[in-house]
């Protein structure tokens, strides 16, 4: 057992770098990760993204559910569970009469839990918070005098986060939980303006370095309806606070003749934050076989001040109303026929589907930023073999394929394509082997 449970922190330790990367560029493809602290990633593992991302009213002790600390209790006192998750998209974008294709592929998660103690389970994992990568030009003609003018835009960057958290179940239908994550990363996003036939060039280069913290406490209550029915209610609460970082913006005015430059900078302190967020969730369960989830999430943005560089006064410096409150809400549905069967492995897998529609947490020049509506489909796929069919601790492929469209009014419209899979290994690591 110490030996799997090294090899667990090995597989997670190593994960770190490559997640980190993977994140820079899962955002990598969308102009809209220039706003706020860019694409905030979807929270949830491959199970629950077949079920349209809900889960804080999700309760099964073979699942790792990070939405909800308070689901990490359930989990068996005899099994480890370690889940890691990857994603390949396509994604068309099209304004206007423009349109253009893009994919990517990217490690999504790490994450593992196990019961530490009677009514005690501890959860741990990797990853991503938000992501930031984009590049683009746009380019206008001025007038004869002033001739055209071309401005290049640029980013990389996002935010991970390295967590722990416990799940409690202090009596038999309430459970308590709380989910700790160190915060760190990064970005770097930059504006240049080229005119022609001058010889200036205007950059506005925008930094700033991230390490912090977030906390996030959960609850649950499961009570059984009758003997085939249960209902299982959940919430959430994600504190707010300063991030501790120190954004800059350099103006950076180059004579691209003679290549000298002149640069001015302006750091505000402490000047990123994040907002007090509030989810509650709900599953109902239908004989073990048949579960029906929905969750609304709410995070106040709008309270946080942004920072922003203000092109008639010069100035850079917090700004009120550029970010506003965002809102999720999903619903989902698992059915599988007889997960008691001994035999028929069809009657083990798990059917999956949802939708959801998330508002924008920025804006755009004074109006509403993107809205996203996603629909999805996926399957629960046991990998069985002669050693875990009889003991049921079965590893599990979940598969999903979602749909995603992100739309505002007269900008880019995205639409792309989600394969999302997940790997579950569930062994029985605790037990006390008996030799006749």
């Not at 406490?217 to 609460?237: F, P, R, Y």
């Not at 007090?276 to 709008?302: C, I, P, R």
């Not at 875990?388 to 492929?397: E, H």
Request: net charge positive.
């Amino acid at each position: 057992m110490n030996n799997r449970f090294f090899g667990v922190l090995m597989a997670a330790v190593m994960a770190v770098p490559v997640l980190a990367q993977n994140g820079a560029q899962s955002g990598a493809n969308s102009a809209y990760s220039q706003y706020g602290l860019g694409i905030l990633a979807d929270q949830s593992q491959s199970f629950a993204r077949g079920m349209g991302g809900t889960g804080l009213g999700l309760r099964d002790g073979t699942l790792v559910n990070t939405l909800n600390p308070a689901s990490y209790s359930a989990v068996d006192s005899l099994t480890m569970l370690f889940d890691a998750g990857v994603s390949g998209q396509f994604t068309n974008f099209k304004e206007q009469n423009t349109s253009l294709n893009s994919r990517s592929a990217n490690l999504n998660y790490v994450v593992g839990l196990f019961r530490m103690r009677r009514h005690l389970g501890v959860s741990f994992g990797l990853m991503p918070f938000s992501d930031i990568g984009y590049s683009y030009t746009t380019s206008s003609y001025l007038n004869n005098s002033l001739g055209s003018i071309s401005e290049t835009f640029s980013g990389s960057g996002g935010i991970h986060q390295l967590f722990v958290g416990a799940g409690w179940n202090p009596f038999k239908a309430l459970s308590l939980g709380v989910n700790v994550a160190y915060l760190w990363g990064n970005y770097n996003r930059s504006a240049t303006s080229t005119a022609v036939p001058t010889v200036n060039s205007l950059s506005k280069v925008y930094k700033a370095s991230i390490n912090s913290y977030q906390v996030t406490l959960g609850m649950q209550w499961q009570q059984a309806i009758d003997k085939k029915n249960s209902m299982t209610l959940g919430a959430t609460v994600g504190l707010g606070h300063k991030l501790g970082a120190d954004p800059t913006c350099d103006i950076i005015n180059l004579n691209t003749s003679t290549l000298v430059s002149d640069t001015t900078t302006t750091t505000i302190k402490n000047g990123l934050e994040l907002p007090m967020s509030y989810g509650v969730g709900a599953s109902w369960n239908h004989d073990k076989k048949l579960t029906l989830a929905a969750d609304y999430t709410l995070q106040k943005w709008g309270s946080i001040d942004y920072p922003s560089y203000n092109e008639t006064t010069g100035v850079y410096g917090l700004k009120s109303g550029l970010l506003k409150d965002r809102t999720r809400m999903s619903i989902g549905a698992d059915y599988v026929i007889d997960p008691q069967h001994p035999t028929s492995y069809l009657k083990h897998v798990h059917f999956r589907a949802g939708a959801s529609y998330t508002s924008p947490y920025y804006t755009i020049n004074g109006h509403d930023g993107p809205k996203d509506i996603s629909l999805t489909a996926g399957l629960s796929l046991p990998l069985v073999s002669k050693w875990n069919i009889a003991a049921g601790m079965r590893p599990v492929l979940n598969i999903s394929a979602q749909w995603i469209r992100t739309s505002a009014k007269d900008l880019i419209t995205e639409n792309s394509f989600r394969i999302n899979l997940g790997l579950t290994f569930n062994e029985r690591w605790f037990a006390k082997w008996r030799i006749d």
